[in-house]
C-alpha cells in the first residue's frame, strides 16, 4: 500500500528520468479505489493529455512499465 506522496514522487522521479519535467504533469488521480488501493492512477499533463499507470506495476517495482506508460500519453 503506498501512500499520495510515495505515487506522486515514484511517478514524478520517472518522468523525470525520461528526460521530461515532472512540472507538465498536473494531476495524478487514484482509479478504482484510493491512494492504497486503486487499481490504477490516471495521470494529466497540462496540455490535457493523459495515461494510466497500474499500482501493479508501482507494487512490482517494475519500472520499465510505468516509464513506458508515461511516454504513452495520447
Known amino acids: 500500500m ?4 510515495e505515487v ?9 528520468q525520461l528526460g521530461k519535467d515532472p512540472a507538465d504533469l498536473i494531476q495524478i488521480k ?3 479505489g484510493q491512494w492504497h488501493n486503486a487499481l490504477s492512477y490516471q495521470v494529466t499533463r497540462q496540455d490535457q493529455t493523459q495515461t494510466r499507470i497500474w499500482r501493479s506495476d508501482l507494487d512490482d517495482g517494475n519500472e520499465r512499465n510505468v516509464m513506458q506508460s508515461l511516454q504513452g500519453f495520447t
Open 8 to 16: 506522486e514522487g515514484i511517478i514524478s522521479r520517472l518522468y523525470q
Open 30 to 32: 487514484p482509479m478504482d
Open 2 to 5: 503506498r501512500t499520495q506522496a
